[in-house]
């Protein structure tokens, strides 16, 4: 019987991601320093140190730190690929106006505040990204960058009436025609 589970389609940039991190964990003098700091106690600063000297992604569900944690590369079956691209979609209103428990509480000033309700998704691109992988990018993930500005356009609308709505009853109390 077949499976019904439908394979990801990949973008560009997954595919150069899951080719660079191949490369690079056959290149005996990565491994070798790699190595080196796993053995050692103390190893946060230095494994920072290590992920940007080779431009890896060094956070929560990035590939690396999956490597570091399970032993094993992402291959192109990898069920959630997101972590794998050098281009991502970030909802950054989202992220800074409503921190998950434990995060520090952003106030941001009130210029941010409204830079970040009007434009709250954005696109993050790698240096190591090119136009086509930019393009190829967005044009797969469409679907889910549009769903997300609908999100906020609703909320938007929603907050432009109530502010219609305030400054009208405003104008009846200051009787400004």
């Known amino acids: 019987m077949k499976s019904t589970t439908k394979k990801p389609i990949l973008t560009q940039g997954q595919r150069k991601t899951i080719q660079k991190l191949r490369e690079l964990f ?4 990565f491994i070798k320093e790699l190595t080196s700091i796993l053995s050692k106690p103390k190893k946060s600063k230095l494994l920072f140190s ?3 000297k080779y431009g890896l992604e060094l956070e929560f ?3 690396f730190l999956d490597y570091l944690t399970e032993n094993k590369l992402p291959n192109e079956n990898t069920p959630d690929p997101y972590f794998l691209d050098i281009c991502k979609i970030i909802d950054e209103a989202e992220e800074l106006l409503n921190p998950e428990d434990g995060h520090p509480i952003y106030k941001p000033l009130p210029d941010k505040k409204l830079q970040l309700e009007l434009y709250p998704i954005h696109i993050a691109i790698s240096p190591r990204a090119t136009k086509r992988d930019v393009l190829d990018f967005i044009n797969k993930k469409w679907d889910y960058i549009r769903y997300s500005l609908d ?3 609703e909320l938007l609308r929603t907050n432009m009436k109530k502010n219609e709505k305030s ?7 200051l009787k400004i025609k």
């Open 26 to 29: 056959e290149n005996e003098v």
């Open 50 to 52: 290590f992920a940007q």
């Open 61 to 63: 569900g990035s590939p």
């Open 151 to 153: 999100m906020y356009g």
């Open 167 to 173: 400054i009208g009853q405003n104008k009846e109390k």
